[in-house]
């Protein structure tokens, strides 16, 4: 048992392709959810997910595209988020769409007597919301749920954490990190533990779709800088 655990791809196709082609070896994948918004091919990466999943459930972003939720912001991931939307939305089939519907919110599997649960945000607010890197948000939220792991995504940075008997792993995002280091992230899962592991992509690439789209140009720059340095830049000081 080699279980590929991915999240938060984000439309991000030049990141989920160099992963696949580093070769790491597995027989199952695990999607976390948000394959799409931000970056903008969401049609290759729902194609990959409806090929190689094993099982997966729905993010938010994935939720807010099947029902066509406009987002509204001026600043930050929800400025990209209110762009990206409505070109991802044109962008994908109807077939997609009802892809990233069906997903559930919750999945629990049992293999090799390991017991799964997996979850975008939090068992309690599935889609929502942000687990933080800490022991005791998690001890609330794991009160009545009875797994050894749960693998949730949407924080976009890579953690494990020890709560009790159940190991909250996250393991990061493929397409849009948040922690500073633009490489991709992901988690492998086997009988003998796990690993958080990192991977090189062509971020050019990516950034090459972006500037090609018809965003606006404040969009276009913010949204390259995202994915070149991992994190959202930093507002320059007035002085
Ligand atoms: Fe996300």
Redesign the pocket.
């Known amino acids: 048992m080699r279980i590929l655990v991915l ?2 791809i ?1 439309g991000n196709w030049p990141a989920l392709r160099a992963l696949e082609a580093q070769g790491e070896p597995f027989d199952m994948c695990f999607f976390l ?2 394959a799409v ?1 931000y970056g903008l091919e969401p049609t290759p990466v729902i194609d990959w997910l409806q090929k190689k999943m094993t099982c997966g459930v729905r ?3 994935d939720h807010g595209v099947a029902q066509k939720v406009q987002v509204y912001g001026t600043t930050g991931y929800r400025y990209l988020t209110a762009i990206t939307r409505p070109l991802t939305i044109d962008r994908i089939h109807e077939e997609h769409r009802v892809f990233l519907r069906n997903l559930p919110t919750t999945y629990s599997i049992t293999l090799n007597n390991i017991r799964f649960l997996l979850v975008h945000a939090t068992p309690r607010d599935p889609l929502d919301e942000f687990g933080p890197v800490d022991v005791e948000f998690w001890r609330k939220r794991l009160e009545g749920v009875d797994s050894d792991f749960v693998l949730v ?2 924080t ?1 940075i890579p953690y494990a954490l020890q709560v009790s008997k159940t190991i909250v792993l996250n393991p990061g ?1 493929v397409g ?1 990190p948040r922690d500073g280091d633009p490489r991709g992230s992901y988690a492998i899962v086997t009988e003998k533990g796990f690993e958080l592991k990192r991977f090189e992509y062509p971020v050019e690439e990516t950034i090459q779709v972006v500037m090609q789209s018809p965003l606006p140009e404040a969009g276009k720059n913010l949204l390259a800088q995202a994915i070149q340095l991992g994190r959202m830049p930093h507002r320059e000081k007035k002085n």
């Open positions: 999240s938060d984000h959810g948000d918004d993010g938010n972003h995504g949407h976009h995002s849009l």
